[in-house]
């Protein structure tokens, strides 16, 4: 059995705390994941298994759940989230294309981690920027109208912050 480190103990400490304000309440459960994943940066395993028992609610759930929506991530990932909207009209746009490129400039690609990138790269269905597609969204911003020309620059521009 490992050690825990005391900033792994201090993780757990925050999720029984979050999850005990949580316990017993319907409808909590995104609420709950939200906050599992601003403490561990991620959803490891064991974490989808303590809320699961914390909240009684079926593992089976909290993974579907977690699957569906985007923004919750069961991999460590980089400082800077990319995420390459493949939309329809992104999609017809190229965003398929743009995604290859941005992998082979980052060494990476979605649900993969390379310890060494400081960029994660997802994949999103529609942002709602349909008439600026593709996008690359970086945190809460979007970055329309990208291209394979574009990206280096805005790597560059992102790896300086």
Avoid: W
Wanted: glycine share 8%.
């Amino acid at each position: 059995m490992a050690v825990k480190t005391d900033p792994e103990q201090k993780q757990e400490q925050r999720l029984e705390r979050a999850l005990r304000k949580y316990k017993g309440k319907p409808g909590v459960l995104i609420a709950a994941l939200q906050e599992a994943q601003e403490i561990f940066g991620y959803l490891p395993r064991k974490v989808l298994i303590r809320v699961a028992n914390k909240l009684t609610i079926p593992l089976s759930e909290v993974y579907s759940v977690v699957s569906f929506y985007s923004f919750f991530s069961t991999v460590p990932t980089a400082r800077h989230r990319l995420e390459v909207c493949l939309g329809t009209a992104c999609y017809v746009q190229g965003a398929e294309t743009l995604l290859r490129d941005l992998q082979d400039l980052c060494g990476t690609g979605p649900g993969k981690s390379a310890a060494e990138s400081p960029f994660s790269i997802t994949t999103t269905r529609c942002v709602g920027a349909c008439g600026a597609a593709p996008i690359v969204k970086i945190g809460e911003e979007l970055h329309g109208e990208m291209t394979a020309e574009k990206l280096p620059r805005l790597l560059e521009e992102l790896e300086k912050q």
